[in-house]
């Protein structure tokens, strides 16, 4: 079975960082891409970031480029993101998700994590 | 980049109805690379649909992606009480994914 558990949100001030992390099991993690969505508080669901299968492949939203950074760690079967400057605006649930492929394009999200909280507030 | 516009925002209906929920790209999205998701209050996404048309595993065959080009629709055939819910579509045949704002089926 799919499982893909996400750890390290909370509070954090504007202007500060955060580094999300997500451990995947019940599947061959080097073999698929893996990616970032969040969700707004009562808002869609928008794509954050994504990595390709080998971590050679990064993508980001306009949103947050510059500042966010995706990378995996295939050995421990584990996916980061690491978010800077942020602003009241990334403040969201935070999903990791599994590409149904090895890269980000042409691969639908097959399974999500539950989400985890990211809260930017003075 | 692709724009997403789903309709209608909300969509009230009875059990046992059939619901209709359009998702038009601003641009042809290349291999139909459209997915539909269900999500529930307080509960991660679920895949439906992806490739336009086919189910995912696990899926109710009351589920029915359509659709080509810049015009994509998820159909259920025949709403049960499950099915109240959000439904998200997504291109993912760019390297930056994009969903639609989601659509509500309610019940009326």
């Known amino acids: 079975e799919v499982q893909l558990l996400e750890s390290g949100g909370g509070l954090v001030q504007p202007g500060g960082s955060l580094r999300l992390s997500c451990a995947g099991s019940?599947?061959?993690?080097?073999?698929?891409?893996m990616a970032w969505v969040r969700q707004a508080p009562g808002k869609g669901l928008e794509w954050v970031a994504a990595v390709s299968g080998n971590g050679n492949d990064a993508y980001y939203a306009d949103s947050v480029k510059g500042r966010f950074t995706i990378s995996r760690d295939n050995s421990k079967n584990t996916l980061s993101l690491q978010m800077h400057s942020l602003t009241v605006e990334d403040t969201a649930v935070y999903y990791c998700a599994k590409g149904a492929g090895f890269f980000g394009s042409g691969s639908s999200i097959d399974h999500w994590g539950q989400g985890i909280l990211v809260t930017v507030s003075s | 980049e692709i724009v997403l516009t789903q309709s209608p925002g909300t969509l009230s209906s009875s059990p046992g109805e059939r619901a209709t929920l359009s998702c038009r790209a601003s641009?042809?999205?290349?291999?139909?690379?459209v997915a539909w998701y269900q999500q529930k209050p307080g509960q991660a996404p679920r895949l439906l649909i992806y490739g336009a048309s086919s189910r995912a595993p696990g899926i109710p065959d009351r589920f029915r992606g359509s659709g080509s080009g810049t015009d994509f629709t998820l159909t259920i055939t025949r709403l049960e009480t499950d099915d109240f819910a959000v439904y998200h579509c997504?291109?993912?045949?760019?390297?930056?994914?994009?969903f639609g704002q989601g659509t509500k089926v309610e019940v009326k």
């Open positions: 641009q042809s999205i290349i291999s139909d690379y």
């Open positions: 019940g599947f061959s993690f080097t073999t698929y891409a």
């Open positions: 997504q291109e993912y045949g760019s390297s930056s994914w994009t």
